[in-house]
């Protein structure tokens, strides 16, 4: 079975503090995103990556970095985390140039600042 | 900028019954996509559409692509309470790197 691993399912942070959300996929694709969804909004894109130390923003990049080391690891860092950035966040992956081929998605992290 | 845009935003309905999801889109694209979300849970992925007129079923969901009218649908027919979930549509303007942009999201709530 194919499988997105995010590595935390509850997160709570202080304001301030580095934080780090981790992804994992074991389908050897290319493509790795990390969504965050807010009721209301549906989901939005803050970064993706199309291939190993290649990185493009998305919709809402603000306040957000990533680091994509391995071609199956994408991590998603919060330099100092606010309270506006408690939220579900959801990495996916997917084929390149496929593009009848369907996101897969992690269980998702829901992170809380205080 | 694209916007997606689905109505209603929530909906409850009874068992039995038919209804449709509406998902709007303001930028030309021949490819769509619709996710289904349960409570707690992750994203799954329910149809791909990639041309004007698509239509995929699955057994009691039915969605439709109309890339004209930047539309596209998802019928439920005789609805069961295993349907109820929140149902996302997505866009993709962007060949080849499936870079989504997800609606707001429907709320489905099946009454008995």
């Known amino acids: 079975d194919v499988k997105v691993t995010q590595s935390s399912r509850y997160l709570v942070k202080r304001t301030g503090e580095k934080v780090f959300l981790e992804c994992v996929q074991d389908?050897?694709?290319?493509?790795m995103f990390w969504y965050r969804q807010d009721p209301g909004l549906g989901l939005r894109l803050i970064y993706f990556?199309?291939?190993?130390?290649?990185?493009e923003k998305g919709d809402i990049p603000e306040g957000y970095s990533v680091s994509r080391e391995k071609k199956e690891r994408f991590s998603l860092i919060l330099e100092s985390a606010s309270t506006n950035q408690t939220s579900m966040y959801l990495c996916?992956?997917?084929?390149?140039?496929?593009?009848?081929?369907?996101?897969?998605f992690g269980s998702g992290t829901q992170l809380s600042v205080l | 900028e694209l916007k997606v845009e689905q109505n209603p935003l929530f909906l409850s309905m009874q068992e039995g019954k038919n209804y449709t999801i509406y998902c709007n889109y303001s930028?030309?694209?021949?490819?769509l996509y619709w996710y289904r979300q349960d409570p707690g849970k992750s994203l799954e992925s329910l149809f791909v559409?990639?041309?004007?007129?698509a239509v995929k079923q699955e057994g009691r969901l039915m969605a439709s692509l109309d890339t004209k009218a930047r539309l596209s649908t998802l019928h439920i027919t005789a609805a069961v309470h295993d349907l109820s979930a929140t149902y996302f549509c997505?866009?993709?303007?962007?060949?080849?790197?499936?870079?989504?942009?997800f609606g707001t999201g429907t709320r489905l709530t099946i009454i008995p």
């Open positions: 559409l990639l041309s004007n007129g």
């Open positions: 997505a866009v993709d303007i962007n060949f080849g790197n499936e870079k989504l942009t």
């Open positions: 389908m050897d694709h290319e493509n």
């Open positions: 996916a992956s997917s084929l390149f140039g496929r593009y009848n081929e369907k996101l897969f």
């Open positions: 990556s199309y291939d190993v130390k290649m990185k």
């Open positions: 930028t030309t694209s021949d490819r």
